[in-house]
């Protein structure tokens, strides 16, 4: 019988971010598709409503993502529902939206710390595990903002910059010892995250008119690319970047 490809089941994967979003609709697709899911994220309720509404194996671990020091305990309570962890996604994200002239050194160091810190931290506690069974997956979000600099989005745009770059650093680490390293930048998709730009309709139009494909993203434009980076039909990427964005970087 000949092997599928995409096929995740019996993988276990960690998603941080998993309390709504995208970090939420990927936990889902995961579980439906097989995977032991461990779902981390801040909020304990909306993990918890995840899990009793997800099919399949799910587990959650409430965790602040931003306190560094505790990820490497963090990554022990990951493995402990169902073992070494096969694939980790970074998809938790921040986004304080505040002009350059109002940026202040907490509001950039929570930024970074969310989205370039933890993804790092967390990965370097999980790789040795990964490094036993010859075989990992890291998967990054970066953003439009990984390229390209959007009003108000300075520290964001930053910290999504250093996403690109850290992401062929960990494949140039890794790689050797089977675990690839990959990103992927979505375009805009409703989010927390993007609620200002999705509760902006005149925005929300202008953003769909900028891709090619003349619409905004849909949960389901996120979950294929998702399956492919995790899956052994990516065995020979790695240290790239996706832009998922429906044309929006093309054009």
Known sequence: MQKNLFSVEGKTICVTGASSG???AVSTMLCEAGA????????ADALQQWKDEAVGNAEIVAAD????DTLPDLALDICKPFGPVDVLI????LNTRQHADAVTFEGWRNTLDINLNAPFFLAQSLV????????????????????RAFANGIAYGASKGGVDQLT?????????DGITANALAPGFFPTELTAPVFGDSELADKNAN???IGRN???DDLTGPVLFLCSDASNYVTGQMLYVDGGFTAK
Do not use: H
């Open 90 to 93: 970074n998809a938790a994200g």
């Open 128 to 147: 040795p595990m990964m490094k036993e069974k010859g075989w990992g997956r890291i998967i990054n979000f970066g953003s439009l903002q990984s390229r």
């Open 217 to 219: 993203g849909t949960m």
């Open 168 to 176: 062929r650093a960990m494949a140039e680490a890794w790689s050797k």
């Open 65 to 68: 993502l931003s306190d560094i």
């Open 210 to 212: 900028q891709t090619c």
């Open 36 to 43: 032991n899911v461990i779902a981390v994220a801040r909020r």
């Open 22 to 24: 995208i970090g939420r």
